[in-house]
């Protein structure tokens, strides 16, 4: 039983720095292009972004709660305690977050792509698209960071 908690803990650590890693990594990668203006810059950049939440964010979104809730039960924790329930929650609001950011995303991608494709400029539909990905972040980001807080501090 400890080896198989602390293999958890290990997949459980790993996937919550790829998920930090890849948020961070993506939004400044992807915002920074945005800044630009650069219609073909901003499409690879979407679509790198893209990719990236395909191959890493998602298998981490999925090992997050599996691997801690796996862990709680282990331990003898219960789901009930103020602080699982809470980043449970908190969890829950990121991936409130998160979902619309991805429909967001590949919505920003094709009109990055057929603007580049075409050699025009982007439309205000993009610009209303990256706005709300870019507010939508900030909740989700402060979510985690407060599961993170909650998994190291463990109040009661």
């Known amino acids: 039983m400890p080896d198989l908690y602390l293999a958890l803990k290990v997949v459980h650590v790993v996937s919550s720095t790829v998920l930090f890693g890849t948020g961070l990594g993506t939004a400044f990668h992807f915002w920074f292009a945005h800044r630009t203006g650069n219609v073909v810059a901003i499409h690879h950049a979407a679509r790198s972004t893209v990719i990236a939440d395909l191959v890493f964010t998602t298998p981490a979104i999925i090992l997050q709660p599996v691997t801690g809730i796996a862990m709680a039960l282990l331990a003898g924790h219960s789901l009930l305690a103020t602080w699982i329930a809470a980043s449970i929650v908190l969890y829950l609001l990121a991936g409130a977050c998160w979902i619309p950011v ?55």
Do not use: N
């Open 102 to 156: 991805v429909v967001i995303q590949l919505r920003m991608r094709d009109l990055a792509a057929a603007c580049a494709r075409d050699g025009l400029a982007l439309p205000p539909r993009y610009r209303a698209l990256a706005r709300t990905w870019f507010v939508l972040g900030w909740p989700a980001f402060a979510a985690l960071l407060a599961v993170c807080w909650l998994m190291v501090a463990k109040p009661e």
